[in-house]
């Protein structure tokens, strides 16, 4: 039967190769740096060879594969955000192979059931309701003097047109449901087998916020991204319920795709009456 428990052994030295992995997606998405972040993720795997090698750490080295595997792939293509109909469909097929390369090479080849999509249902308890008002509520409020004030919005282009329109919003919730696949369901799955809940969490949010860095949240983004990451993973631990987080994260997103059409088109209605 393939293995899904979370590995017992590895000891605080398993920590230097899935952290060197981690700073890679810094250097390869927030920096830019290539000639840093590919040597930076092939140290990583040698150092969970090394360590598994010497029972520093027991399995690390095909799960810290996976998730290189993953880094590699979406590092292919630059990650500004263009919906040009060719970068569209690139995209798509780059992340969608970023999520299914790691989840084959996990449960086919090294045998590891720990990449799963547990939906879960819409079975929430009442404070997963209030929850998930209170996020949407301060996200409505943050978002636009976020995206405003800084001007990040122009990371992102200008759409006037229904199809510019139409491949925005549903670039952006893809995006979106794609970052709950890969970083939590993927990245921060294969973590949680060696390291404790906090430093596995830790480690998923340094490259998913490089990620969301490339993608446009600059500027402050990080105050925002940041902690948004980290509770999106402590959520989806405490639940188990992927439903709940991708629905969380899509309506955030839903925010995101009004704030930037406002944005290029300020003389437009919009849902936003405290911004001008």
């Not at 927030?30 to 990583?44: M, R």
């Not at 060696?194 to 990620?211: E, K, P, R």
Request: with cysteine.
């Amino acid at each position: 039967m393939a293995n899904q428990t979370r590995t017992q052994a590895t000891t605080p030295w398993g920590l230097v190769p899935a952290a060197t992995v981690a700073l890679a997606a810094v250097f390869l998405f927030a920096l830019l740096n290539e000639s840093v972040g590919y040597p930076l993720l092939l140290v990583g795997v040698v150092g969970a060879a090394v360590t598994d090698a010497r029972r520093l750490s027991d399995g690390l080295l095909p799960d810290l594969l996976c998730i290189a595997a993953g880094l590699g792939i979406i590092s292919l293509i630059p990650l500004k955000a263009d919906i040009s109909w060719p970068m569209f469909v690139t995209f798509g097929v780059v992340l969608a192979s970023a999520v299914a390369v790691p989840w084959w090479l996990s449960r086919r080849v090294f045998g590891v059931d720990a990449v799963r999509y547990p939906w879960g249902g819409w079975r929430w308890s009442r404070a997963q309701w209030i929850y998930l008002v209170a996020v949407i509520g301060a996200a409505y409020f943050i978002l636009p003097f976020y995206f405003l004030s800084s001007g990040v919005y122009q990371n992102w282009p200008a759409i006037h047109t229904p199809s510019e329109i139409g491949r925005l919003l549903v670039g952006v919730n893809a995006v979106g449901l794609w970052d709950e696949l890969f970083f939590i369901c993927t990245v921060f799955a294969l973590l949680r087998r060696h390291f404790a809940t906090w430093q596995a969490n830790v480690l998923q949010a340094t490259i998913f916020v490089s990620f969301l860095w490339e993608l446009g949240y600059q500027a402050w983004g990080p105050a925002l991204t940041v902690p948004f990451a980290l509770i999106q993973g402590a959520i989806f631990q405490l639940t188990k319920n992927l439903t709940y987080v991708v629905v969380l994260h899509l309506l955030f997103d839903v925010i995101v795709f009004l704030v930037i059409l406002h944005a290029h088109n300020p003389t437009w209605p919009h849902p936003f009456p405290l911004v001008g």
